[in-house]
Each structure stands twice: as structure tokens, then as C-alpha cells.
């Protein structure tokens, strides 16, 4: 078989992985990739150009294309590929509305009792300013309706702050709406769905602070780990039940086929589990820590979301944990530097997987190229021993204004007692 993946960050390094990997694959291409994936498997071209991404898939026999990121799902890159008949992992362009649109998911989850925050729209700046001067909680959570790569979001503390965020966020007629601020610990469940069933992979918690304690400002991901203990098999049960089921089928009675994967990042608190967001791909770094775990060949699962025919004990995991640190570039998520040599990735224990994000290879060497840089994986038998794997090595690998969290894996220690 041969796949093309598209997008360049670890979370696609990760895909390029697993398929080889596990068997699933002859050959893997990735556009455009990163500094992991051998030149020869690099594809320069942009993932906004769906026409030269059919026409390489034709020139080279992809069997499958396998979608990363979102703003091509959210383009309709599968309705595209689906047009010029060619295999495609991931939501059509009306099911990527889920994470494209925080109205619209908003709308279905309320008219189908999916649990999530209380929320009021707001289509003008003058309606949602006097809703925040008449507001007395805080904090709230305000968000923007559209995709803002992580920018869309803002949870002010104060009036001030809230009357800030709107100056430097909101345009006069953007769609908004204010959400109630719900406390707890956060998890992400990721279910893969044909269209009509959808089963869950293993729950993995992602980092989303730069700095230790989950202080600082938001970032794409700082590290995961999974299993993560905060969700029980009760609580499992009940993301599918309640969750997962429910958003699959409320989309099908829209008249929407949700295929690929479904991610439901959650808020717990006591017994009470609520959907904070979807997105429409998996999540990265989550998917790094959830693909060592797999059981079985990706690619049957794959396919078997295409072609409609997956069924709840298709997905089985190990039983092991998996821990993942993200290393950044000095200033991130603010302005950072590119072009810095990386060294050490040679000397890594081959119980390490490192996978790539930022980075470029150069005449045999490696350099930065983003804010995220590179992922540092472990397995072990429990997740201390995945995390000691883990930062025992990391400090082998330098680069110039290096810097990673120290507290990946801490939150969960606490259920694990
Ligand atoms: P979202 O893109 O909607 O997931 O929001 C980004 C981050 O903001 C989430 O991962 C949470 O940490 C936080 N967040 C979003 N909605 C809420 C909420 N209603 N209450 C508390 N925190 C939230
Ligand atoms: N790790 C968060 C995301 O992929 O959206």
C-alpha cells in the first residue's frame, strides 16, 4: 500500500511512523514533512493545493491519503479527493464544520442534549460589550465562531480583561459567544468513526501551558501521556454513551456523514463530564502518545472508516503508557528563532522514539524550523517508567535556545497513588 500524509508537524511524523512501522504501508509520502521523513518522501506541495495533491496521488498510485491537519478538512480536501476517486482518511467538508465552526457545535450539541458549557451568541461588538458590562462572575470564556490556530479562545479573569480581549480579538460583526467557565481536569477522547459507529481510542491529556504547573500563556501542546488515569472505564462508557454515539448520529440525522476521527476534548469534574470543543483530526501531541500504544495495523483501521465497516472491537490498545515531551524553540508560542542545529538525536536509547516537528534536514544535519520542534516518546510498563525513559534522555539532544517542560506526566501521578 502506498499513503500520502498530509501536513508537517509531529503529529504526521507520527502517522509516517505507525504506518511503516506497523506494516501497514510499503511506502509513506508526506507533504510538505518535516526533517524526519527522508528527502525522497517529501512532497513539496501545499496542502491548500488540493489540485496538485490529486495529481501526485495519480502520478505515484496513493492508495490512501491520510489528513493531519484541519484547515484543509475544514477546506473540503476529502470532498475533493472523494470527486477525483481517490481513498481519503478524515471528515468531509460539512463534517469538519465541527471543529471549523464553534457555533455550529454548539448547535448540536445543544439540540441533541450532547453535555457541554452554557453559552450566549453574540453576531455584534455593541450586544456582547453590554452582555460583559453587566456581567458580574468571572472568569468567563469568550470564543471566537471560526478556526484562529489556537487564538480563538480567551477566558478573562475580570471585566478588564474581558473588555481587553474584545478590543484585540473581536471584529465589528464576528461571530462570538460567551461561554460559562466550567473548573475541573481535562482529558481527550478520540474516536474513530465509519460514519455510523465510532470507537474510542485510548484517553491521552495534552499540556496546553508553556510552563511548568500550566502556567503561562496557551501553546499547540507542551506533552501527553496516555492512558490518562482521570478517565476510568466508567467514564469511558460514558464518553461513548453520551459523547461520541450521540455526536455521530446527531450529525447523521443532519444529514451529515461523519467519517474519521472524531476528538471530544472534555472537562471532569466529580461525576460530570462536558465537551469543551471537537475537533475534526487527531490531536497532536495526543497522537504521538496514542500511536506507540495501538495494537494491530493502523491502516486496517483506516480503511475500515473509509469503506464503512468498523466495528467497536476493532480498536485494541497494549495496555502499556505512553509519554511524550515537547521540545520548543526559546520564545514560543511568542517570536523564537529558526535554524539552530540539533544534536544528540544519534545517541538516544532505541527505546526513545523521537519524532520530528520543526525541523529541516541540511546536508546531514538537522536544524530547527518552528516552535515546536521535536516530540520525545517513551513506552514503559507504567507511566513513571515511561517518564523517566523519557527525561533521562531528553537532555541528550541540544539546540540553542532549547527549552521543554520538566512536569510532563505529574498531573497524572495523583490518580495513580
Ligand atoms: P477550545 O479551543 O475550545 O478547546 O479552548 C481552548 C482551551 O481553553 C481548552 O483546552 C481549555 O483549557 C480552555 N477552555 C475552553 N472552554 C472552556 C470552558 N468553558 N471552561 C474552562 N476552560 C475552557
Ligand atoms: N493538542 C490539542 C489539539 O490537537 O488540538
Avoid at 514533512?33 to 491548500?48: A, F, L, M, S
Avoid at 465509519?194 to 510552563?211: M, N, S, Y
Avoid at 480498536?315 to 515537547?326: C, E, L, N, R
Wanted: net charge negative.
Amino acid at each position: 500500500m502506498k499513503y500520502l500524509i498530509i501536513g508537517s508537524g509531529g503529529r504526521e511524523h507520527a502517522l509516517y511512523w505507525r504506518l511503516l512501522h506497523d506494516k501497514s504501508a510499503d511506502e509513506v509520502f508526506v507533504a510538505p514533512g518535516n526533517g524526519g521523513v527522508p528527502d525522497k518522501y517529501r512532497v513539496n506541495i501545499k496542502q491548500e493545493d488540493f489540485k496538485s495533491i490529486s495529481g501526485f496521488c495519480t502520478d505515484k498510485n496513493i492508495d490512501i491519503v491520510v489528513v493531519g491537519p484541519e484547515a484543509p478538512l475544514v477546506a473540503g480536501i476529502v470532498d475533493h479527493l472523494k470527486n477525483e476517486k481517490i481513498p481519503a482518511f478524515g471528515p468531509v467538508q460539512k463534517a469538519a464544520m465541527l471543529e471549523g465552526s464553534k457555533l455550529f457545535a454548539k448547535t448540536i450539541m445543544n439540540k441533541y442534549n450532547i453535555p457541554t458549557a452554557g453559552y450566549n451568541e453574540f453576531s455584534n461588538k455593541n450586544d456582547l460589550m453590554d452582555f460583559i458590562n453587566s456581567r458580574q462572575e468571572f472568569p468567563i470564556v469568550i470564543k471566537l465562531d471560526g478556526l484562529a490556530a489556537g487564538k480563538g479562545v480567551g477566558i478573562p479573569e475580570s471585566k478588564k480583561e474581558a473588555l481587553d480581549f474584545i478590543k484585540d480579538n473581536v471584529t465589528e460583526n464576528a461571530k462570538v459567544f460567551v461561554e460559562d467557565f466550567l473548573e475541573g481536569e481535562e482529558a481527550s477522547v478520540l474516536g474513530i468513526s465509519d460514519g455510523e459507529t465510532v470507537v474510542p481510542l485510548t484517553a491521552a491529556q495534552d499540556h496546553k501551558r508553556i510552563f511548568d504547573g500550566d502556567k503561562g500563556p496557551n501553546t499547540g501542546g507542551m506533552g501527553a501521556y496516555a492512558p490518562a488515569p482521570v478517565m476510568n472505564s466508567e467514564s469511558m462508557k460514558r464518553v461513548q454513551a453520551e459523547i461520541l454515539t450521540p455526536t455521530i448520529r446527531a450529525m447523521r440525522e443532519e444529514g451529515i456523514i461523519f467519517k474519521g476521527v472524531l476528538y471530544a476534548g472534555l472537562m471532569l469534574k466529580g461525576d460530570q463530564i462536558k465537551v469543551l470543543e471537537f475537533n475534526a483530526r487527531f490531536g497532536d501531541p495526543e497522537v504521538q502518545v496514542i500511536l506507540p500504544l495501538l495494537n494491530g495495523r493502523l491502516g486496517d483501521i483506516i480503511e475500515k472508516s473509509i469503506n464503512g465497516n468498523l466495528n467497536a472491537g476493532d480498536i485494541t490498545f497494549s495496555g502499556k503508557s505512553a509519554i511524550t515531551v515537547v521540545m520548543s524553540s526559546g520564545g514560543y508560542p511568542g517570536p523564537y528563532e529558526k535554524g539552530k542545529e540539533i544534536t544528540g538525536l544519534d545517541s538516544l536509547s532505541d527505546e526513545i522514539i523521537a519524532f520530528h516537528a520543526g525541523t529541516e534536514l541540511k546536508g546531514g544535519k538537522t536544524f530547527t524550523n518552528g516552535g515546536r520542534v521535536l516530540n520525545i516518546t517513551a513506552m514503559g510498563n507504567s507511566l513513571i517508567e515511561a517518564k523517566n525513559k523519557v527525561y533521562n534522555e531528553i537532555e541528550k539532544i541540544k539546540f540553542d535556545g532549547v527549552f521543554y517542560r520538566k512536569d510532563i506526566g505529574n498531573k497524572a501521578l495523583k490518580f495513580l497513588e
